[in-house]
């Protein structure tokens, strides 16, 4: 067997992690409480979380559970008076659940679930929020975060999801909402964190945060290290490991003129799993009608094969921004953002279209691969305050958006790939064929890999222009009102054996908000709302290929951005003395003009599907031991116009009209809660439910639902060592988290026990 690939060495910032958390390990936690004895320090509770990002030791840091404004300038009220639905998944909530990745932080968020990736849909983060594809509509500090990733959050401090389309907030796409990642970031204070997690299934984690002050206190460095190991409780084989390094410097600490360079390098090399294929509700079936994901009797059953498979990637962003009051109530600031991300992978999929599975009870081992590397550059120009006019007070933000996107994706040339009947199971063919009921990853692959540098190259620019504007029409009235104008130009070529291709599209479009805002009392608001998005086709710049028929090669005609709006209506309000937010809305949402199969290889804007949902929310302490981030969604999907069937311009049978859209459970809820026993013991739980979810427009196959149970416990040694206990998924439950539309599901980690000492200083 050949392969390109060169395994990735170890490096300097990885060791370094490494190395402080072997010595915080050979240290016994006798000394370090002695040496926290020593060291005075102001602040509250500081819960430690099991492999989560790292503590921020501020002294005014909050941990409540409560957030009252969004960290963009964009929102330009409260969260109370902003007429749409927010949740902010804060640093306190990521510490005490033990998350450590972007999926784990939005378990705790009602209404999103994760589609899975193979090949043309690259691996990684695949958000749905309120049933729609946000796999693109990613922000890191109000910035588009773009290319396939599996994000992390050891440099994360909070986490906004903004439910509803919102194309003028960010531009193209963001139908069914958008995901802002706030970054940590300098403070004007001196202060060392760190921790490590050690736990179940070889799970090894160490966090370093180190923040200190220079040139007289007017300025910070801030330096985030990261290393994580760990295999996946109920799953052979699977292995994850990645490591991340992430410094930033501001200039100009409590002066009118600040300046932030910051650089985030993020890489992983993992044995992923190849998932678990659908099966068949009929031995004599030929195809899925109402099937779920089948393990052959043993939810371990990895059918990958560690001889072939491997991922790799990387990612490395650098920010430089400046931020000027002009005055004590105006203030330009400017982003400008370079990241180049990438991702290398061999992916086995567990594969059913020869139905082995119904006739052999045999899997076929089908290599997926991907090589791709997505570069942006990204200026973004905001100004924003407040001023008074004609008798009424403005809250503004407005900003100028230029971007340039590029996407280069090749693959692999695996032989043998051809779609085998594996008649025989043991290895058979090459190591391509497998036993559903006993696969074997340790299996010899004797076929070739070969890397294919024929691929498609996509580049797009993008420009955009916004303004925002919160009135107050009077002190119980207030209208919200943002405008957005955008062109996005993209072009694909298709290098092959036979030539190039290139396909182009132009389009330009406006899109818009307003709500009505009406304060029955200060600490509550009712809202009415209408927002719009867009979503052109390439939208995606090379990086997914669902719905968009750029990257499937076909004919097209007509294809202008699809087009959502959203009606809602809302409240919001705070209780015991604000310690509480609860919120709840009922909304529509609609997708006209949606890309659909009309012909072979023929797509036009001729789809139609829409939402009618409900969201309920509470944030923040019911008492003052006793906190709450809970929340519950219901979603009726219905695919009112669907086209013809069929998958990458090829036209099947039936119809999918009336149907369940993919990943959108009717319902989901989360509760996560914790109380503090004394002032040191602190004890919590969790429970998160998803209704059954679909992979498939056609309703053919999906996911079972679930319900998942959480539970931790800290103890705060000392005012500077904490040491803390999860156990995720307490029952063990088997449970698949995304589900893909055709071969297979991604099934969820069993029972995890981590136990974890932090320190702060």
Request: with cysteine; glycine share 10%.
């Amino acid at each position: 067997m050949s392969r390109t690939i060169t395994k990735i060495p170890a490096s300097s910032p990885r060791m370094l992690a490494s190395a402080i958390g072997v010595a915080l390990s050979a240290s016994s936690v006798a000394h370090l409480a002695q040496a926290a004895e020593d060291t005075e320090q102001k602040g509250q509770r500081n819960s430690i979380s099991l492999g989560a990002t790292s503590i921020t030791g501020e002294e005014q840091d909050n941990t409540s559970y409560q957030v009252e404004k969004a960290s963009s300038q964009k929102y330009t009220a409260p969260l109370v008076d902003t007429p749409r639905s927010v949740t902010v998944v804060p640093q306190q909530v990521l510490k005490d659940t033990a998350a450590t990745s972007l999926q784990d932080a939005l378990r705790t968020v009602p209404g999103i679930t994760f589609g899975a990736g193979e090949g043309g849909n690259p691996q990684g983060d695949r958000p749905f929020i309120r049933g729609f594809d946000a796999q693109g509509d990613t922000y890191l500090d109000g910035v588009r975060d773009t290319g396939g990733q599996s994000r992390e959050i050891f440099d994360i401090e909070s986490i906004e999801v903004s439910k509803g389309p919102n194309s003028s907030f960010g531009g193209r796409g963001s139908a069914g909402g958008s995901l802002n990642l706030v970054s940590k970031t300098p403070q004007a204070r001196d202060f060392t964190n760190g921790g490590f997690t050690y736990g179940s299934d070889q799970t090894r984690r160490y966090v370093l945060d180190v923040n200190r002050q220079f040139l007289d206190d007017s300025a910070a460095f801030r330096l985030n290290l990261m290393s994580h190991e760990q295999n996946v409780a109920g799953r052979d084989a699977i292995n994850y490991d990645r490591w991340g390094v992430a410094p930033s410097l501001t200039f100009g600490l409590g002066t009118p003129t600040r300046v932030n360079l910051s650089y985030y390098h993020l890489e992983s090399n993992d044995l992923p799993d190849s998932g678990i294929p659908y099966g068949y509700g009929s031995s004599t079936a030929t195809a899925h009608v109402h099937d779920k994901p089948n393990d052959g009797g043993d939810s371990n059953n990895f059918y990958g094969l560690k001889d072939r498979d491997f991922r790799k990637t990387r990612a490395d962003i650098s920010t430089f921004s400046i931020e000027h009051d002009l005055n004590d109530t105006m203030t330009l600031k400017n982003t400008l953002r370079h990241g180049s991300t990438g991702q290398d992978y061999i992916l086995t999929q567990p594969d059913d279209s020869k139905l082995n599975v119904n006739r052999f009870g045999t899997v076929w081992r089908r290599a997926n691969s991907r090589v791709s590397t997505t570069t942006t550059t990204t200026n973004q120009t905001d100004l924003f305050g407040s001023f008074q006019a004609l008798g009424f007070k403005h809250s503004y933000s407005t900003g100028l958006e230029f971007t340039g996107e590029e996407t280069r994706v090749s693959s692999y040339t695996i032989s043998p790939n051809a779609n085998p009947i594996c008649t025989v199971a043991k290895g058979s063919l090459g190591g391509q064929c497998t036993s559903l009921s006993n696969p074997n990853p340790d299996d010899a692959w004797t076929g070739s890999i070969a890397r294919n540098y024929y691929g498609t190259a996509t580049k797009a620019t993008s420009r955009g222009a916004y303004v925002f504007d919160t009135i107050e029409l009077d002190p119980k009235w207030l209208l919200n009102v943002g405008l957005r104008y955008d062109t996005f130009d993209t072009v694909a070529n298709t290098d092959s054996a036979t030539g190039r291709s290139k396909i182009k599209e132009d389009s330009q479009f406006f899109n818009w908000q307003a709500g009505l805002v009406w304060k029955p009392v200060e600490n509550a608001s009712v809202y009415a709302s209408y927002a719009t998005s867009a979503t052109p086709a390439g939208g995606l710049v090379g990086e997914g290929s669902d719905g968009n028929p750029l990257s499937a090669g076909a004919a097209t005609s007509d294809l202008q951005p699809e087009e959502t709006v959203n009606y809602e209506l809302g409240t919001k309000w705070g209780l015991f003395h604000d310690r509480l937010s609860l919120t709840a809305a009922v909304f529509r949402t609609e997708k006209k003009n949606t890309r659909i199969l009309v012909d072979a290889l023929t797509y036009q804007n001729a789809g139609e599907s829409q939402i009618d949902g409900l969201e309920l929310s509470a944030s923040g302490k019911i008492t003052d031991q006793w906190q709450v981030f809970a929340g519950y969604s219901y979603l009726d999907s219905e695919l009112v116009k669907s086209g013809l069937n069929g998958r990458n311009g090829v036209v099947s049978s039936g119809s999918n009209k009336g149907n369940q859209m993919p990943n959108t459970p009717k319902n989901t809820f989360s509760l996560w809660t914790t109380y503090d026993v004394t002032a040191k013991l602190t004890i919590g739980g969790g429970a998160f439910y998803v209704d059954q979810v679909y992979g498939d427009a056609g309703n053919t196959v999906y996911v079972p639902s679930y319900t998942r149970y959480d539970a931790m416990a800290s103890y705060k040694l000392t005012k500077n060592v904490d040491l803390q206990l999860n156990v995720q998924n307490l029952t063990d439950k088997t449970y698949y988290d995304k589900a893909f539309s055709t071969h297979f599901a991604n099934q969820a980690a069993g029972r995890t026990a981590l136990f974890s000492t932090n320190f702060h200083f």
